[in-house]
């Protein structure tokens, strides 16, 4: 794939959900995007939990995907990646869209999500959706060489 590649010109984008069909394809994607992927089992259980799991797709194209959980007047945004492809293309705010929209449908009054520190460019994105940082959670993620890196911890008033 090209850096920049382009849905099918002729395909309206759209969600779906995440279906076992489709999980070699969103495997794929999660282990070309990260450097300490979701393993399938986190699929499958995240699936078999009823959460929410939605692929944005493009006719036959995964252009990204979000897992989210539902809590009592909140949800948490578990995994939410656009394939690298696809990225810089504005198809992280729709899915951000898409979640809240969900997520009001399901009574909650925020949105919260970590983030890596390192992640500024996640963390922009965050932002400029509406997203504030509200606090840290130490040693969070794996890191490089069996260090631990901590997450910002955000929210959404919805």
Request: some cysteine; aromatic content about 10%.
């Amino acid at each position: 794939m090209n850096a920049m590649a382009q849905p099918p010109a002729t395909t309206e984008a759209r969600f779906e959900p995440l279906t076992p069909e489709r999980l070699d394809a969103l495997m794929a994607i999660e282990q070309n995007a990260y450097s300490h992927p979701w393993s399938r089992g986190n699929f499958t259980d995240a699936l078999a939990a009823g959460y929410q799991v939605q692929l944005l797709t493009a006719g036959a194209q995964i252009l990204g995907y979000f897992v989210a959980m539902p809590g009592v007047q909140e949800a948490h945004l578990l995994n939410i990646t656009v394939a690298p492809a696809f990225q810089r293309q504005g198809w992280a705010h729709v899915m951000l869209d898409a979640l809240a929209l969900w997520a009001r449908s399901q009574g909650a009054q925020w949105l919260w999500l970590e983030v890596r520190v390192s992640n500024e460019r996640a963390r922009h994105v965050y932002e400029t959706h509406g997203y504030r940082r509200v606090g840290l959670r130490k040693c969070y993620y794996p890191g490089p060489d069996g260090q631990r890196e901590d997450a910002v911890v955000m929210s959404l008033p919805l």
